[in-house]
């Protein structure tokens, strides 16, 4: 069973950044991504990474202000994310999207809250 750690969220202010980690306990070609769940709101994929580097953001929004990234080499898939905004708060979840479904059992994710 493929373990999925997500780590680097907090309380962080309007205007703020963070850097999200992911480390998966083997090393996977899949393409992997962010998701995030909101409060009330289904889980949903912000933005995946194939094993190339090529990216897409799947919330066009979000272009410019998030960044993903993986280090094939040490199992880490990362997203950082500037001038955070409420609206950004949310559990994340790193996983290998896999059609309408993902590859690995999910982790714990990571909150992140933005907020004065």
């Known amino acids: 069973q493929v373990q999925v750690v997500e780590s680097g969220g907090g309380l962080v202010q309007p205007g703020g950044s963070l850097r999200l980690s992911c480390e998966t306990s083997i090393s996977t070609h899949y393409t992997m991504g962010w998701y995030r769940q909101a409060p009330g709101k289904q889980r949903e994929l912000v933005a995946s990474i194939t094993s190339g580097g090529n990216t897409m953001y799947w919330d066009s929004a979000k272009e410019g202000q998030f960044t993903i990234s993986r280090d094939m080499a040490k199992n880490m898939v990362y997203l950082q994310m500037n001038n955070l905004m409420p609206e950004d708060t949310a559990v994340y979840y790193c996983?290998?999207?896999?059609?309408?479904?993902?590859?690995?059992?999910w982790g714990q994710g990571t909150q992140v809250t933005v907020s004065s």
């Open positions: 996983n290998a999207p896999r059609g309408s479904g993902v590859y690995f059992s």
